[in-house]
């Protein structure tokens, strides 16, 4: 059976593990496949030349753990890119459980061993190109425009691992030194976290520009897919697919059967009818869209509204910036930022627009005027202010702080673009906070690609890239909070306390019937006596109760 033309759910194939997906066929108590007997996988042999027809299938993999890439030599490849810093993916997850994984996507028939040892999660399976092009926005959390996305295939079953993904350099000449650090990144990851990888899937995603068609698009890049696979088996792991896709259609670079890969490229699934979107809907995942639409949410204004919110920056800076060098007057300028950043949470918490991204991020720039952002993008350009307003990052706060971050983002127009740096990093780090890494990322990258030294955006960059969990970050932000907090209210509460009287001296008390006390409230001594036990002794002239 050709694996192009029809693919089927087997396990030992591709396959995902979504926590509460439905028991894939290797779960079932009767299997809808007989088992079959396995072959002997083909020996390992990299391709040597950029012309290889073929991938071929991995041997001796060390194990089936997963790998997490991260930073490294390709994020500081000199290339234009039209995406920001290369993004360094963590293993892919669904609702927590184990990695999707793939094996031996090959263009061969070949049977896979459908008697190893079952995992314990239901598994999705994906076998073919077709199905691993459909895959890929599930994979990344949105579609990868104008990209070069690599995933690492592990273990013995060929794991989804570790991926990196970068904006395809417009300038020709990159491509080598893109494709050589891109694989060095990848692999080099792995094998830091005994995980080498035992091959790799190459996904180039571009749309055709004018005049062009995908076919065109596919033409153009083979050169840069040829340099990948190379640059691949160079470091002793292969490429098993490389795939081209563009305008609704896929290409594969490695398989030349124009039976199973037509020259005019095959559709692609309809959206939401693969059995990965149904695993994906299943596990409650989400398809941000595609990069672009992603991007355009953070992208500074133009036209008119540009000038006015330029206008209003230049007056709040002459304003707030003489005042935030003076010691004495930046402790108010903070507080004063903090206070309006509160109010503008509480007033877009009060105010949550519905309909397309668009429609939302229309409706939450008009809930903030050019003065306001103004002089809240001016004063979170200090790093003490940008650090409390961290703090709004969980509750019933996170929504509305990341609705404000990105509009604030939005209003950094003209020559005031660096400052989208400090509410980008924001709104990347209540992305990730509130468990959205895909955005986290697009943030994040957007703000590195402005200010690539910006020391909040680069850890948190890394840290989720090393596939850490934000908590503890949050515990720390969460402490901050709670001693800024308490050191501010017996602040308050002394400016609000009124003096007392001071009391008089008078004669010490010898023992229990020492000086006579006065009535309840008295400031001096008693004008009345008691009997020692508290009670009023009986009078004449002096006993007011008889007169």
């Known amino acids: 059976m050709n694996p192009h033309s029809e693919p089927s759910k087997r396990s030992g194939d591709i396959h995902s593990t979504p926590a509460s997906a439905p028991s894939s066929a290797e779960n079932s108590p009767q299997p809808p496949h007989p088992p079959r007997t396995p072959k002997p996988p083909a020996p390992a042999d990299p391709p040597s030349a950029p012309g290889a027809s073929s991938p071929t299938a991995p041997t001796d993999p060390t ?51 459908a008697t190893n040892a079952p995992t314990p999660e239901a598994q999705v399976t994906l076998r073919g190109p077709a199905e691993l092009a459909d895959a890929l926005p599930y994979l990344l959390g949105f579609y990868p425009d104008d990209s070069v996305v690599m995933i690492a295939l592990t273990g013995e079953r060929g794991r989804f691992g570790g991926r990196v993904r ?45 005049g062009e068609s995908g076919k065109d698009v596919k033409d153009r890049l083979r050169p840069l897919a040829q340099r990948l696979r190379t640059a691949c088996g160079a470091l002793d792991v292969p490429v098993l697919e490389a795939l081209c896709l563009s305008n609704g259609r896929f290409w594969s670079y490695c398989c030349p059967d124009f039976r199973c890969c037509p020259a005019e490229g095959t559709p692609m699934v309809m959206p939401g009818t693969s059995v990965m979107a149904a695993a994906a809907a299943y596990a409650g995942m989400q398809v941000r869209g595609s990069l672009k639409e992603m991007e355009a949410r953070l992208a500074p204004r133009t036209g008119r509204r540009a000038a006015d919110q330029e206008t209003a920056l230049d007056a709040a800076a002459g304003a707030l910036v003489p005042r935030m060098l003076r010691g004495d007057a930046a402790v108010a300028v903070r507080r004063d930022t903090l206070d309006l950043a ?16 668009r429609a939302r991020d229309a409706c939450d720039d008009a809930l903030i005027t050019d003065a306001e952002a103004a002089d809240l993008i001016l004063g979170l350009q200090d790093r003490v202010t940008r650090d409390r307003a961290a703090e709004w990052m969980d509750g019933s706060a996170a929504a509305p702080a990341l609705r404000l971050w990105r509009a604030l983002a939005r209003r950094c127009a003209g020559g005031y673009a660096e400052h989208a740096v400090a509410p980008l990093t924001l709104a990347g780090w209540v992305s990730w906070s509130t468990e959205d890494g895909p955005s986290a990322r697009v943030a994040l990258s957007r703000a590195l690609a402005l200010d690539p030294d910006y020391t909040f955006a680069q850890l948190l960059h890394r840290a989720i890239n090393e596939g850490l969990d934000p908590e503890p970050l949050r515990r720390c932000l969460r402490e901050q909070h709670r001693e800024a907090t308490g050191a501010a209210e017996p602040a308050s509460r002394a400016a609000k306390k009124t003096p007392q009287p001071t009391k008089r001296p008078g004669p010490s008390r010898s023992g229990p019937a020492g000086r006579p006390r006065g009535p309840r409230g008295g400031t001096g001594p008693g004008t009345r006596t008691t009997d020692g036990r508290g009670r009023h002794r009986a009078g004449r002239d002096g006993d007011r109760s008889r007169r």
């Open 342 to 357: 509160g109010a503008m949470i509480h007033r877009f918490r009060q105010d949550t627009p519905s309909g397309s991204n």
């Open 166 to 210: 970068l904006g395809i350099p417009t300038d020709t000449a990159q491509w080598p030194d893109a494709a050589d650090q891109l694989a060095e990144c990848l692999i080099s990851a792995g094998q830091e976290r005994d995980a080498r990888p035992a091959a790799i899937i190459v996904y180039l995603c571009q749309e055709p520009a004018a």
């Open 63 to 113: 194990d089936a753990a997963e790998t997490s890439s991260r930073p490294g030599p390709a994020e500081t490849a000199n290339t234009s890119t039209p995406s920001g810093p290369t993004d360094s993916l963590d293993p892919f997850r669904l609702t927590g459980s184990t990695a999707a994984t793939p094996s031996r996507p090959s263009h061969s028939a070949a049977p896979s061993d």
